[in-house]
């Protein structure tokens, strides 16, 4: 990661956790490096095909592996939050569905996914940053042109009600947050 990839994770993981509830227990997908778990000295399981080996947490399990598939069982309504921060692009589309299901059987009732998406025209701004060797582009060959407004159809369910969104970086990112409803 250059100084400015790992700058614009920390703005990201800082509007995420905003929205986080205290004390929460986080599943956090993406992980990366753990970094939403320091900043925040939360606890909970991080999840990240990519996981860096150095990432331990106090407090926080770190899995390497793709959600949901790879995610230890763990008995129902295990977190408070999750967080998906810049994540959901790299994901395939007939996978989102099954996200919406699995995560509303480890959040608990009221609890919170918070989901960060950039808008389709940062792909664009990216490359150009890419050639001024200004960010790495962490895995930009898997956006797929997602949609952020798709967010609204992949957790239209009686399960997820969603509670905010809202753009940060200029617009240039979307903020989600969905509530677990109860059943």
């Known amino acids: 990661m250059t100084w400015l990839d790992r700058l614009l994770q920390r703005w990201r993981t800082r509007v995420a956790l905003r929205e986080l509830p205290p004390g929460a227990r ?81 959040i608990a009732p009221r609890g919170v996914l918070v989901i960060t998406v950039p808008a389709p025209t940062v792909d664009t701004i990216l490359h150009v940053l890419m050639r001024l060797h200004l960010v790495a582009g962490m895995e930009v060959h898997q956006h797929h042109g997602f949609e952020p407004s798709e967010l609204d159809t992949i957790f239209a369910s009686p399960l997820w009600r969603r509670a905010k969104h809202r753009t940060f970086q200029l617009g240039l990112n979307h903020l989600y947050v969905f509530e677990r409803v109860p059943d």
């Open 26 to 106: 986080v599943l956090d997908i993406g992980t990366h490096d753990g970094t939403l778990f320091r900043l925040a000295g939360a606890r909970g399981v991080g999840i990240d095909p990519e996981l860096v080996e150095t990432a331990a947490v106090p407090g926080v399990t770190l899995v390497r592996g793709l959600f949901p598939a790879d995610l230890p069982a763990l008995p129902g309504s295990s977190f408070d939050a999750a967080t998906a921060l810049a994540v959901v692009e790299h994901v395939p589309a007939e996978e989102l569905a099954g996200w919406a299901k699995a995560l509303a059987e480890l």
